[in-house]
T-cell receptor, first 114, second 114 residues
Framework: NAGVTQTPKFRVLKTGQSMTLLCAQD?????MYWYRQDPGMGLRLIHY???????AKGEVPDGYNVSRLKKQNFLLGLESAAPSQTSVYFC?????????????FGAGTRLSVL | AQSVTQLDSQVPVFEEAPVELRCNYS??????LFWYVQYPNQGLQLLLK??????LVKGINGFEAEFNKSQTSFHLRKPSVHISDTAEYFC????????????FGTGTRLLVSP
């Protein structure tokens, strides 16, 4: 039972570099989310998706792009990384609309931008 | 808009002692309330939720929470904690109508010592 798997677990980038974070879920969930977690600020929603081929902006979308080409995968991209994007990133997924509050989280990706 | 306040960033407690983690929310509409727990180096997982009905909600691992509408609170309690309860606890809220997203508090770190 893999649940939600995030790749990579750790990454160090230089300012201006790009990277993609991969999230994969094997629970056939419709909804998927990307959050960032910063000290003293809790979790903030970056982008989310309510189904394959759809994405929407969350609370803090600037500097990030996402894609959901397959139902089980949700990719988060940083085109030009900035130090302000140093954070821990969590992916989550949930069943459809009626159960969207029961979110299943991955173990996180710790990203440092120098 | 909704907001969640967790005033205690850290709560130290001895093993087998009772604990209460405080959560207050602000909303102009009725809400659903949740507590999530994050164990070290893991993603968040749902502890309990309040949607409607009885204001006392029981969750996993012996935790319970009480919804108090007049005080706009949803405090989390456990009568006797274990070392394994050491984790970060997040309160979250969502309006009970429409498609709204979870809003998380900043978290409370529970430190249980022998």
């Amino acid at each position: 039972n893999a649940g939600v798997t995030q790749t990579p677990k750790f990454r160090v980038l230089k300012t201006g570099q790009s990277m993609t974070l991969l999230c994969a879920q094997d629970m056939n969930h419709e909804y998927m989310y990307w959050y960032r977690q910063d000290p003293g600020m809790g979790l903030r929603l970056i982008h989310y998706s309510v189904g394959e081929g759809t994405t929407a902006k969350g609370e803090v979308p600037d500097g990030y792009n996402v894609s959901r080409l397959k139902k089980q995968n949700f990719l988060l991209g940083l085109e030009s990384a900035a130090p302000s994007q140093t954070s821990v990133y969590f992916c989550a997924s949930s069943y459809g609309r009626e159960n969207r509050d029961i979110q299943y989280f991955g173990a996180g990706t710790r990203l440092s931008v120098l | 808009a909704q907001s969640v306040t967790q005033l205690d960033s850290q709560v130290p407690v001895f093993e087998e002692a009772p604990v209460e983690l405080r959560c207050n929310y602000s909303s102009s509409v009725s809400v659903y309330l949740f507590w999530y727990v994050q164990y070290p180096n893991q993603g968040l997982q749902l502890l309990l939720k309040y949607l409607s009905g009885s204001t006392l909600v029981k969750g996993i691992n012996g935790f319970e929470a009480e919804f108090n509408k007049s005080q706009t609170s949803f405090h989390l309690r456990k009568p006797s904690v274990h070392i394994s309860d050491t984790a970060e606890y997040f309160c979250a809220v969502r309006p009970n109508t429409g498609f709204q997203k979870l809003v998380f508090g900043t978290g409370t770190r529970l430190l249980v010592s022998p």
